[in-house]
C-alpha cells in the first residue's frame, strides 16, 4: 500500500503498540493517551481517529475532542456512534468497554466549540441497537481555516 507520508499510531497499551511495530516496522508508534497527546498544536495535517471515541465515557468525548483537533493543522476525521431515540449515553459492552452514543444537541455543542471552517457528516451502516436504544454510525470530517 502507498502511502502518502510519515504518520504516528497512538494507543495507552504497550500490547497493541508491540503489535502494530509488528505489523508496520517502519511505522512511528507510540504509547499515548486521547486527552493529553503528546504532540504540540497544529502537528499535523490530518488526524485520523477511528473507534476510539465511541469506546469512551460519554462525559470525556469533547475532551478527546478538544485535543485531537489541537494536534492537527488541517483536517480532523472520526467517527461516533449517534442515538437516534433519546440523549447520549455509555452503556458496558461485553468486553467490560464502554460503548457511547452521543446525541444531536451535544455533538453539535462541540463542533461549535471547535470552530471548524468546514464539517462534514456522513451516515454509514444501518440503524443498530444498543442496550435496545438506536444509534447510527456516522463519521465526521472536520477542516481547519487555512488562515
Known amino acids: 500500500m502507498e502511502k502518502s507520508g510519515d504518520y504516528v499510531g497512538l494507543d495507552p497499551t ?3 503498540i508491540k503489535r502494530a511495530q509488528e505489523r508496520h516496522p517502519e511505522g512511528d508508534f507510540r504509547i499515548g493517551s486521547v486527552y493529553k ?8 495535517d490530518l ?3 477511528w473507534s476510539v471515541l465511541i469506546h469512551l465515557p460519554h462525559d470525556t468525548i469533547e475532551r478527546a475532542l478538544t485535543e485531537l483537533w489541537r494536534i492537527t493543522k488541517r483536517y480532523l476525521f472520526f467517527n ?15 468486553w467490560g468497554e464502554y460503548l457511547t452514543a452521543m446525541d444531536k444537541w451535544e455533538t453539535n455543542t462541540i463542533l461549535r466549540k471547535l470552530r471548524p471552517h468546514t464539517t462534514q457528516q456522513h451516515e454509514y451502516e444501518f440503524t443498530r ?3 435496545g436504544k438506536r444509534f447510527q ?3 465526521f470530517i ?4 487555512r488562515c
Open 142 to 145: 472536520l477542516e481547519k481555516s
Open 37 to 44: 497527546l503528546p504532540f504540540p498544536n497544529n502537528w499535523v
Open 14 to 16: 504497550d500490547a497493541m
Open 137 to 139: 454510525r456516522t463519521i
Open 129 to 131: 441497537l444498543l442496550d
Open 80 to 94: 461516533l456512534y449517534m442515538t437516534l431515540d433519546e440523549k447520549g449515553f455509555s452503556s458496558k459492552g461485553p
Open 47 to 49: 488526524v485520523f481517529c
